[in-house]
T-cell receptor, first 113, second 117 residues
Framework: DAKTTQPPSMDCAEGRAANLPCNHS???????VYWYRQIHSQGPQYIIH???NNETNEMASLIITEDRKSSTLILPHATLRDTAVYYC??????????????FGKGITLSVRP | GAVVSQHPSWVICKSGTSVKIECRSL??????MFWYRQFPKQSLMLMAT?????????EQGVEKDKFLINHASLTLSTLTVTSAHPEDSSFYIC?????????????FGSGTRLTVV
């Protein structure tokens, strides 16, 4: 699976949009971009994933560049509860033993009042 | 949505004893489950892949005789930390993937905080 690079941390003001970048310059054509987050002392939570097109759900938006070498997770109106470590992972979608997720260091988002 | 239940959420045990952690998929069948370990201020490290009806696949450096994994049914995998020592104190997290191939995200349990004293 392709590796990803994320800044170690960032912060934003409550109510503002949080834009979390991720570089995945070696991504392959069949690899998806997944985003998870982990709030302190909890298990990771799935946020969103995408292949080529931008995606939006009730939690966030995922913007993938045309060359797919980078992406941005957007939390449109950050709240204090969004403070967490956010992980960007790229991998081939499959089932069984080959579908494991490998976590990097992630980016720590701190939302300030 | 898919729900994974992990039990217990925390446990304290004495050195030398064994501890069993359960991971259940509540509303889907999981032929494959994953066990992770996370030390303070570090990322999740995959320990092993648990396959229903067969032996688990361990990542390099993980002792299979110390971390026993049993995946006897499509909804339950257990991790037993045998002869626990203080250095085994960590946050253990399981993840399950549905039986059918999917591009959806994977569901994680809430984690088990193990403290060995």
């Amino acid at each position: 699976d392709a590796k990803t690079t994320q800044p170690p941390s960032m912060d934003c003001a409550e109510g503002r949009a949080a834009n979390l970048p991720c570089n995945h310059s070696t991504i392959s054509g069949n690899e998806y971009v997944y985003w998870y987050r982990q709030i302190h002392s909890q298990g990771p939570q799935y946020i969103i994933h995408g292949l080529k097109n931008n995606e939006t759900n009730e939690m966030a938006s995922l913007i993938i560049t045309e060359d797919r070498k980078s992406s941005t997770l957007i939390l449109p109106h950050a709240t204090l509860r969004d403070t967490a470590v956010y992980y960007c992972i790229v991998r081939v979608a499959s089932s069984g033993a080959n579908s494991k997720l490998t976590f990097g260091k992630g980016i720590t988002l701190s939302v300030r009042p | 949505g898919a729900v994974v239940s992990q039990h217990p959420s925390w446990v304290i045990c004495k050195s030398g004893t064994s501890v069993k952690i359960e991971c259940r998929s509540l509303d889907f069948q999981a032929t494959t489950m994953f066990w992770y370990r996370q030390f303070p201020k570090q990322s999740l490290m995959l320990m092993a892949t648990s396959n229903e009806g067969s032996k688990a696949t361990y990542e390099q450096g993980v002792e299979k005789d110390k971390f026993l994994i049993n995946h006897a049914s499509l909804t339950l995998s257990t991790l037993t930390v045998t002869s626990a020592h203080p250095e085994d104190s960590s946050f253990y997290i399981c993840s399950a993937t549905p039986r059918v191939s999917t591009t959806f995200g994977y569901t994680f349990g809430s984690g088990t905080r193990l403290t060995v004293v």
